[in-house]
């Protein structure tokens, strides 16, 4: 997402989810929160199912978000959560338990930079001019 937007004109807000397991299939989740900003009115999927993304492959999500306030404004919170099925017990009464984990969301510039840094939910806004 840009750094900066201007007052009532859309930006994109892009995601890119990435299966780096050599083996395993991913089963992710994506949940938008646009209720903990207020200052965005927000054009995409808010909550829903990923298509499976096999092993090496990618899926890329994109929201348009509209700034309805200027100032520094904090960006809708994404939640990704990857839900594999997990086999428990050891007998022939086994059960299938689906076992969810939350996926890390990794900010590609910094990234490159050789940084290893998460976003954390208080450092994601931009500034909107009027």
């Not at 965005?40 to 499976?52: E, N, Q």
């Not at 899926?59 to 809708?76: A, D, F, M, N, Y």
Request: proline content about 8%; hydrophobic content about 40%; glycine content about 6%.
């Amino acid at each position: 997402m840009p750094p900066a937007a201007n007052l009532h004109v859309p930006v994109s807000l892009t995601l890119t989810v990435r299966n780096y397991h050599p083996s395993r299939s991913a089963n992710v989740t994506a949940q938008l929160d646009p209720a903990a900003s207020g200052g965005f009115v927000v054009a995409g999927l808010r909550s829903g199912r990923l298509p499976l993304l096999m092993p090496k492959t990618e899926e890329k999500l994109t929201w348009r978000l509209i700034p309805v306030e200027c100032g520094h404004v904090r960006i809708p919170c994404v939640t990704l959560t990857d839900s594999r099925g997990t086999f428990t017990g050891t007998n022939a009464d086994t059960e299938l338990e689906m076992k969810g984990e939350s996926v890390k969301i990794i900010h590609v510039w910094l990234h490159q930079q050789g940084e290893q840094v998460e976003l954390s939910k208080d450092r994601q806004t931009i500034l909107v001019l009027p």
